[in-house]
T-cell receptor
């Protein structure tokens, strides 16, 4: 079965360190997204990509970067982790032109920055 | 601005009763899709139901129905005959179609607790 997987599922790091969260999907979806989930804020879009070599900033992109070198993967990098980036991170994907076009989510990655 | 508003941070419902979770949206796009997701305590996001802006009828999926009132810009989720397993966080989301993007905007969520 097709799926979307995130790793690591749990990560504790220190302020200032670089962290990369991996996201791999086997749906062959062109569209991939990274969201962060925080209490009282719901899910907020960090970065998204509509295909290989395409990346775009979301509403909370400061301090994060992504790259898309193939269809399956969209790693999220925190260049210098800050305590404000402690959150649960979700990767998601969707079809281009599919109906109804719902998002398929990974299991989430819980990041703690000390 | 495109926005989803869920005004109920938390709700309680008695088992076997129906419950309505509110969602209002704001968009200038003439066509859009509205989605509801369930997030149980285990953390995964589960797609529940979809409503298109041009759909004439309210969407239904088993015990879930979407009360779509376009003029009021509301897309409330109705869960009939609540079960203990319905206890979860529920998110309303919107994807504007006409803007040519595939971005999804989420509300802040409603935490539902079903009481035995």
């Amino acid at each position: 079965d097709a799926e979307i997987t995130q790793s690591p599922r749990h990560k504790i790091t220190e302020t200032g360190r670089q962290v990369t969260l991996a996201c791999h999907q086997t749906w062959n979806h062109n569209n991939m997204f990274w969201y962060r989930q925080d209490l009282g804020h719901g899910l907020r879009l960090i970065h998204y990509s509509y295909g290989v070599q395409d990346t775009n900033k979301g509403e909370v992109s400061d301090g994060y970067s992504v790259s898309r070198s193939n269809t399956e993967d969209l790693p999220l990098t925190l260049e210098s982790a800050a305590s404000s980036q402690t959150s649960v991170y979700f990767c998601a994907s969707s079809e281009t032109g599919g109906f109804p076009g719902e998002l398929f989510f990974g299991e989430g990655s819980r990041l703690t920055v000390l | 601005a495109q926005k989803i508003t869920q005004t109920q941070p938390g709700m309680f419902v008695q088992e076997k009763e129906a419950v309505t979770l509110d969602c209002t949206y704001d968009t200038s796009d003439p066509s859009y899709g509205l989605f509801w997701y369930k997030q149980p305590s285990s953390g995964e996001m589960i797609f529940l139901i979809y409503q298109g802006s041009y759909d004439q009828q309210n969407a239904t999926e088993g015990r879930y129905s979407l009360n779509f009132q376009k003029a009021r810009k509301s897309a409330n989720l109705v869960i009939s005959a609540s079960q203990l397993g319905d206890s979860a966080m529920y998110f309303c989301a919107m994807r504007p179609w006409a803007s040519g993007t595939y971005k999804y905007i989420f509300g802040t969520g409603t935490r539902l607790k079903v009481l035995a």
